[in-house]
């Protein structure tokens, strides 16, 4: 009775030959995409290099683009510059007026509001 009460394994233990085996698994290979597609929906990385060095390779190009960032903002015209041009208009609001809206935006946006 105690046997009757077992839950039922959801493995299924039945053997298979090595005939089988072998058939599946060539079956699955053949279906199995390539290095291109897998790249393309970004499960495999584009770089060729060893996986070993991949992880510096990303590290890298992440600080390449801050660098890369950093010098164009270094070059950005003041805003008072802009301002003289005509490209910016000077806000007539107060920084305490400004900090007050940019924090209002900002819980609106967390509960979903703007």
């Keep these: ?4 009460n077992k ?9 298979i030959s090595p005939v089988e085996r072998r058939n ?19 499960i495999l990385p584009a770089s060729t290099a060893a996986p070993s060095l ?3 390779q990303k590290e890298l190009a992440k600080h390449m683009r801050a660098d890369s ?4 903002i270094s070059h950005r015209p003041a805003p008072e510059k802009l301002i003289q041009e005509g490209v910016l208009h ?3 609001r107060s920084p305490e007026e400004k900090y007050e809206e940019a924090i209002e935006e900002e819980y609106a946006k967390r509960e979903g509001g703007a």
Excluded: G, I, W, Y
């Excluded at 009775?1 to 009757?4: G, N």
């Excluded at 599946?24 to 970004?42: C, G, Y």
């Excluded at 960032?69 to 164009?72: A, V």
């Design 1 to 4: 009775m105690a046997d009757e």
């Design 7 to 15: 839950p039922q394994s959801a493995v299924d233990e039945t053997s």
């Design 24 to 42: 599946s698994l060539e079956q699955h290979l053949k279906q199995r995409p390539d290095r291109a597609e897998l790249v393309e929906k970004n």
């Design 54 to 56: 991949q992880e510096k």
């Design 69 to 72: 960032l950093n010098e164009k």
């Design 90 to 92: 000077e806000d007539p």
